[in-house]
């Protein structure tokens, strides 16, 4: 089941269908042809010398070449290091130091941060795109080696890929993973979401995350599925992709689904195709929610939980009849998972039922991480006794279901009382005039923290009247409202579609 051999099983049940649409310029690759470039990457790449193990970083957009080039480093048996093609120079330079590659493949959209970094890094360069600047080689004259399977065994133990933390609270972290994991990580996703062969799906998340690079790309082409990529996200252009590729499956981030339902073409063309949604980030606003039920009328739904070091931790809930968007279900196949207290280093303290703590989950199985790149005092505070403590808050239903209720690290403490963003966020986001949330604490002498909003509107709606909302909400006790808002054009989030809260705790005041 590891990714080469499904790829290749791929190709040949199906070597004529589209393995990749490129929908901002409508190339096509079926999976024959996407065979023949991938053999010459990997051929180029085993032609210069490199071995299982030596690292090829891909600051590249989701695009027909990042696909060739990562299909090409697992059937040479080398290992992808994609990550963020926005950051700036100094996020080149840190992720390539850290990663200490023997490639480094870019493209236009990261071409400027590449060049202002380039005499800094001792790597050779490849670039993705027209006007190859004089430092660097052109993706074709690299990929200009023999069309024939490189003849490379993996085994499920050889790193395969090594993905980076967000860094929302630090420098982002490396996470190595093997080919068992790569495998393990499509797979379990595919039977979570219902996925068969032949599916159809937008690539919007990032293929330097986990979903877009998993559970998306290395499953649609590992059962004969079509991957629509987009390196420039457009609304507009995705939900006419939809129409015109019959997309059966959807997967993105909530804010992504709120870009597609207020895109002006939802309403011009038929979206009856998609039967299958799942979403995962970031929470999804109940709002969001009910107008993607309503524009798409999916067969399943789901919200989706897992992170980088531990992909596809919660199993998948159908929301049809529950109609809360941020339930998730218990450990998911192949997972062991226990809520802990906040304040243990281990895994025995387990709280009740309905009490909220941290999730914790069990390192023996094959999606999981074994331990950060290069960082072992970060290891050692994130794993303790066999067990990955998240960072993420969560709870135990009565039905045994799991809420992940924020980040610990996001807890704000009033008065004494544990307040969690997402809780105040969630009645805010009721409010009809309220098109997006944040909320982070502020050092207040008399409560220690202070809760604090920050809000988009889609229409007019004042201080005084949120205030009255939460106060009214039978949702929320009277010491979680927000004591000040900020009202702004949008929040800051990352790829993922998580709040940057750090950059908002920079602009509060007393």
Not at 219 to 241: E, I, W
Not at 421 to 433: C, K
């Amino acid at each position: 089941m590891l990714f080469p051999l499904t790829f290749e099983q791929s190709v040949a049940r199906t070597p004529d269908r589209s393995a990749v649409v490129h929908l901002n310029d409508d190339t096509e690759l079926t999976y024959s042809e996407l065979q023949s470039r991938a053999y010459r990457v990997a051929n180029a790449l085993r032609d210069r010398g490199l071995e299982s193990g030596d690292r090829v970083a891909i600051c590249m957009a989701n695009s027909p070449e990042h696909v060739v080039a990562f299909v090409a480093t697992q059937l040479a048996g080398v290992v992808a290091v994609p990550f963020n093609f926005r950051v700036a120079a100094s996020g080149v330079r840190y992720h390539v130091e850290d990663s200490d590659p023997e490639l480094l493949l870019f493209d236009e959209l990261s071409r400027d941060a590449v060049t202002a970094i380039a005499e800094e890094i001792d790597v050779p360069m490849v670039h993705a795109g027209a006007d190859t600047p004089e430092f660097a080689e052109s993706f074709g004259e690299f990929a200009d080696a023999p069309a024939v399977d490189p003849d490379v065994e993996v085994d499920y133990r050889d790193p395969s890929v090594m993905l980076y933390s967000s860094g929302t609270t630090g420098d982002p972290k490396g996470i190595p993973l093997d080919h068992e994991a790569t495998a393990s990580r499509w797979l379990i996703n595919a039977l979570g979401q219902h996925y068969y062969l032949d599916e159809n799906m937008l690539g919007v998340m990032p293929l330097y995350h986990t979903v877009g690079l998993h559970g998306i790309l290395c499953g649609l082409l590992s059962m004969s599925g079509t991957y629509l990529c987009m390196s420039d996200f457009d609304p507009d252009l995705a939900v006419r992709g939809i129409e015109e590729y019959e997309v059966s499956a959807l997967h993105e981030a909530p804010t992504i689904f709120a870009s597609l339902l207020d895109s002006d073409a939802i309403d011009e063309v038929d979206v009856s195709s998609v039967q299958t949604i799942g979403y995962s980030g970031a929470p999804m606003s109940q709002s969001v929610f009910d107008r993607t039920m309503e524009a798409f009328d999916p067969d399943h739904i789901a919200n989706l939980y897992g992170t980088t070091e531990a992909y596809g931790t919660l199993a998948h809930v159908e929301l049809h009849d529950i109609n809360d968007p941020t339930v998730s279900g218990p450990a998911n196949v192949g997972m062991t998972t226990r809520i802990v207290d906040f304040d243990s280093e281990g895994p025995e303290d387990t709280v009740e039922t309905g009490t909220q703590g941290e999730l914790i989950v069990k390192t023996n199985s094959p999606v999981t991480f074994n331990g950060y790149w290069n960082k072992p005092k970060a290891t050692e505070k994130r794993i303790h006794d066999g067990w990955f403590f998240t960072g993420d808050a969560a709870r135990r239903t009565e039905e045994n279901r799991i809420i992940i209720t924020g980040r610990v690290d996001d807890m704000i403490i009033s008065g004494g009382e544990n307040i969690y963003p997402s809780e105040v966020e969630d009645v805010l986001l009721t409010h009809p005039d309220v098109a997006d949330a944040g909320v982070v604490g502020h050092p207040n002498e008399k409560w220690g923290e202070m809760v604090v909003a920050f809000v988009e509107r889609s229409d007019s709606v004042t201080e005084a009247e949120l205030d009255e909302w939460c106060r009214d909400s039978d949702e929320l006790a009277d010491y979680k409202r927000p004591r000040q808002y900020h009202f702004v054009d949008g929040l800051p989030r990352n790829p993922s579609g998580k709040i940057e809260r750090y950059k908002l705790e920079s602009r509060t005041e007393e």
